[in-house]
């Protein structure tokens, strides 16, 4: 439960770095960017980025760094919505059990780990990471250079995220057994 929670707070974290890649990548003020941010969900954002990117001419290893973030936040936000929008059915000390509806009314299910909820957290604590150093070196090298002492660091792109398994099938229990020794 705590592992959730964790995640939901790192979520939070990551939407802001998608503020300022947003407004980055698609020369917004900041003010347009939380009202654009608070009104339309993810497909529309990451649509919205896609397309100012197309916009920028910008040297092609930026611009798939900065695909490499859309790519990635989205992973991290699926990952979030499935977690935060499920009930849980059965949790153990290093596994849970979560089930919920998709959009065709069909339930589906997973069970992570406690290491892969921990997992799907980090890789939103890497991509806020990412995201922020990527638009602060956007904005100091290629929007305003001269600003700061340049250049400013290119941060490194980092791995891409892991998608949590949803299934409509059954789950294999993970961990339910384990605080039981065997006899």
Request: net charge positive.
């Amino acid at each position: 439960m705590f592992a959730l929670g964790v995640v939901g707070v790192k979520y939070a974290q990551l939407e802001f770095a998608l503020c300022g890649m947003l407004s980055t990548v698609a020369a917004m003020d900041r003010d347009a960017t939380s009202r654009f941010i608070s009104k339309y969900r993810n497909n529309t954002r990451l649509d919205r980025m896609r397309q100012g990117l197309a916009e920028r001419n910008w040297p092609a290893e930026i611009k798939e760094r900065v695909s490499r973030f859309i790519d990635g936040f989205k992973v991290c936000a699926d990952n979030r919505n499935l977690l935060m929008h499920s009930n849980i059915f059965y949790t153990s000390r290093d596994a849970i059990i979560l089930y919920k509806s998709d959009n065709e009314g069909k339930t589906i299910s997973c069970n992570p780990t406690l290491a892969e909820v921990r997992q799907a957290a980090d890789d939103m604590s890497t991509y806020f990471d990412y995201g922020l150093a990527l638009s602060n070196a956007i904005n100091f090298n290629l929007i305003a250079p001269g600003t700061i002492p340049s250049p400013f660091p290119w941060p490194d792109a980092p791995a891409a995220p892991r998608s949590l398994e949803y299934t409509g099938g059954p789950q294999p229990v993970r961990g339910m057994y384990q605080d039981i020794k065997p006899s």
